[in-house]
């Protein structure tokens, strides 16, 4: 298949550009940038100068693939709400394209979306659209319903709130650099909140089964694991710097952790059983506490 790919030259999405590559597809990736446009002219991708915004020139190169899969977003969380609208914006677009073609089209969600404390799973759980405290994440999962009420073969890949490997910048990092901050690892109360868990490589995998797939409606958790206790994380995070553990008290989680205190607080566990079994996926790649061991945040020594 020939297949566009958004946000084509990131940690998640040049993986996918790779797997996509390797399993025999032509991709076209979607590049802002020089530099960008070089990362993926090394991984045998076609280049596709675009923004999102750009709805002329998208539609032009929507007309030449077999298939979308959306991996971009705006990761500023000063303005998540806005990120997020755009996200159900650029999705409706993308249905509006394909739909009646029969084309997939595969797009990005969060397991955050889900309602904590227990584990959920990719049929059963419903996400919170329209009710107070719903997470802005869900918009995307919005848009995707209205795609599909369009006849748009989407599917949903929920990513947890950890993909991790060589390379990541998201909050695995951000965790490192607020412990480097404050000369402390440190964990809400017990540390017995749990993150799910993918390593980059097994995320990209499910990415191309899932436009190989093309089920209608589908949702997917891209989940190896399914809750890492954060007082692990936090442990090998003060392994990594040389720094001491320590409980914090949830009054307290904001002055640490700053906005991002609610991730540090999240305790979700989510299953991948579906996902596994509907797609022959079979994640084969390190666990998050074996990364943080190597050498993939904190170099060789």
């Not at 020139?57 to 000063?78: E, M, P, W, Y």
């Not at 996200?87 to 997939?104: K, N, T, V």
């Not at 309602?115 to 719903?134: C, F, K, Q, W, Y």
């Not at 869900?138 to 848009?143: D, G, K």
């Amino acid at each position: 298949m020939r297949i566009l790919v958004t946000g084509a030259a990131g940690f998640v999405g040049s993986a996918v550009v790779a797997d996509l590559i390797a399993a025999g597809h032509r991709v076209i990736g979607l590049v802002r940038s020089a530099g960008a446009a070089g990362i993926l002219a090394a991984l045998g991708a076609d280049v596709y100068a675009a923004d999102l915004r750009e709805r002329e020139n998208l539609r032009t190169a929507i007309g030449q693939v077999d298939a979308v899969v959306h991996t971009a977003f705006n990761h500023d969380f000063s303005q998540f709400r806005e990120s997020c609208e755009a996200d159900r914006s650029i999705i409706e677009f993308f249905g509006s394209e394909l739909a009646g073609s029969q084309r997939p089209l595969v797009v990005t969600s969060a397991i955050g979306v889900l309602p904590g404390n227990r584990l959920v799973t990719e049929a059963i759980d419903p996400v919170p659209l329209s009710s107070e405290g719903a997470n802005p994440r869900a918009a995307s999962e919005a848009a995707a319903d209205a795609v599909a009420n369009m006849g748009v073969s989407v599917s949903v890949v929920r990513l947890p709130p950890t993909v991790h490997g060589k390379g990541d910048h998201a909050f695995i990092p951000m965790l490192i650099g607020t412990a480097r901050k404050n000369g402390l690892a440190a964990y809400v109360g017990n540390g017995d909140n749990r993150w799910p868990a993918v390593h980059r490589l097994d995320a990209a995998r499910l990415y191309r089964l899932a436009v190989e797939k093309a089920a209608p409606h589908a949702r997917y958790h891209a989940v190896a694991e399914e809750g890492v206790l954060f007082r692990q994380i936090a442990a090998s995070i003060g392994a990594g710097l040389g720094l001491p553990v320590q409980s914090i008290q949830p009054e307290t989680a904001a002055v640490h952790y700053g906005w991002f205190s609610h991730f540090a607080k999240m305790d979700i566990q989510a299953s991948s059983d579906r996902t596994r079994a509907s797609l022959a996926w079979v994640p084969s790649g390190e666990s998050l506490l074996a990364d943080l061991a190597g050498p993939a945040y904190f170099g060789e020594g």
